[in-house]
């Protein structure tokens, strides 16, 4: 018997042809990659792939084969006892749409037992899905009005789950500037800059959080995650909670919005958010515009006076500069000129000075002279006298022994020996 199901089934393998076999479900097609199947002793076994042609995460799948006789009739080829027996296959791991799944030889596996008459032949099988189960598809947010030209809106504002003194932020866009952001038009210099503040308490204590970048950029104005940071303590057991958001946009003007604008470059918008409802705010960027032409105009008007203020005073500084300048050259020149007089008398009083020393010096010089003559004529008139004086004595005291001179010639003869004039030279 066992024999004979698997010849029965092995017969039918001419019908298991195809290479893929789509399955409908209620979410589309679950399209079978058919390999093989091969008997062997009392079962057989699918080779082949699942592969998920819905939109949706497939997380389970019951599938079965039926066969068909030629008279239409189901050939029950898994229903030995007439029971209700199905040639099902289950899959439990899951499969991500547009992806494939190999077919586990245990999960293929099944048993084709049933006798089937001779007389019947299987004419058609087919492959049907008996129950499968997917993942639901994530319902984008719609925002439930289409903003003015010129706007920006930021909506789905959400104070997500806490770390502490963080939390979770996210939000979405709607652009209807002209401006693109740098992820859509690269090249683009231009920049939008979010400033987020979420006020609200923790446990009663009044609290204040603000994006954790200070500015943020959300450059393609789709969806857009970050983070909220306040400096305040919190504990991890507090409760906060958030009563409102608000925020400021600053957009610095690309060339599109000088084109569409009539903006010249560069121009630097700064937009308050208007609340439009608990978690959206609508920055209202081409209104601003004008105010802040209006406020470059009047910012322009006042820089141009102050400068030409700045300017008068300039020049009237200039000009006190070029009189004071004026006065100290002249002042100057008549001080050189007084200088150069002094300096001209100087050098006459000391050249005068010079000669009136000079005679004194050579007044001085003849007088030391002519002392000096009148001293060297009286040394050498005292020192003829000695000579003289000491020849005289000489000659008086040269045949007296010693010891017969007198007191006196004894110390005359004794002085001119002293001077060298003794005996006489």
């Not at 939390?167 to 401006?179: D, G, K, M």
């Not at 204590?205 to 943020?216: E, G, V």
């Not at 903006?263 to 705010?281: Q, R």
């Not at 045949?399 to 005359?412: A, G, M, N, S």
Request: proline letters at 4%; one cysteine or more.
């Amino acid at each position: 018997m066992w024999k004979l199901a698997a010849t029965v089934f092995l017969l039918a393998q001419s019908s298991f042809a195809q290479k893929e076999i789509p399955m409908s479900t209620d979410k589309g097609n679950i399209v079978l990659l058919y390999n093989d199947i091969i008997a062997s002793g009392s079962f057989s076994t699918l080779f082949g792939s699942i592969r998920n042609d819905t939109p949706n995460e497939l997380t389970s799948l019951d599938f079965e084969v039926v066969a068909y006789d030629q008279t239409g009739a189901d050939v029950r080829m898994c229903d030995r006892s007439n029971t209700g027996l199905k040639c099902e296959f289950h899959i439990l791991t899951a499969v991500q749409s547009g992806e494939s799944l190999r077919i586990d030889p245990l999960v293929g596996t099944f048993h084709p037992n049933r006798v089937i008459p001779k007389k019947q032949r299987i004419t058609r099988v087919e492959w049907r899905v008996v129950a499968a189960k997917f993942t639901p598809i994530p319902v984008e947010p719609t925002l439930s009005f289409t903003p003015g030209e010129g706007d920006i809106v930021v909506w789905d504002i959400n104070f997500g789950s806490r770390m502490g003194a963080l939390a979770f932020l996210s939000f979405r866009l709607v652009n209807q500037t002209p401006f693109k952001g740098s992820d859509s038009a690269p090249g683009l210099s231009s920049m939008v800059r979010i400033a987020l503040r979420a006020d609200g308490s923790c446990d009663g204590k009044p609290m204040q959080w603000i994006s954790d970048s200070n500015w943020l950029r959300p450059h393609n104005f789709k969806h857009y995650d970050n983070f909220w940071k306040t400096n305040s303590a919190i504990a991890a057991s507090d409760t906060c909670e958030v009563n409102f958001f608000s925020g400021t946009l600053v957009l610095d003007a690309d060339s599109a919005m000088a084109d569409s604008y009539k903006l010249s470059l560069p121009f630097h918008i700064d937009v308050v958010g208007e609340k439009l409802n608990s978690n959206a705010l609508i920055f209202h960027v081409k209104d601003r515009i004008p105010q802040i032409l209006a406020k470059q105009a009047a910012d322009k008007l006042a820089a141009d006076k102050a400068q030409a203020e700045q300017e008068a005073r300039r020049a009237i500084e200039a000009e006190k500069q070029r009189v004071e300048a004026e006065e100290q050259r002249a002042a100057a020149e008549e001080q050189a000129a007084i200088d150069r007089k002094k300096a001209v008398a100087e050098v006459a009083r000391r050249k005068r000075l010079a000669a009136e020393q000079k005679k004194k010096d050579d007044e001085r010089d003849a007088s030391l002279a002519r002392n000096r003559a009148e001293q060297e004529a009286a040394a050498a008139e005292e020192r003829r006298k000695l000579r003289a004086n000491c020849t005289l004595i000489y000659q008086n005291t040269i045949d007296t022994k010693v010891k017969d001179l007198t007191i006196r010639e004894e110390q005359q003869v004794r002085a001119c020996q002293v001077l060298g004039l003794y005996p006489p030279r």
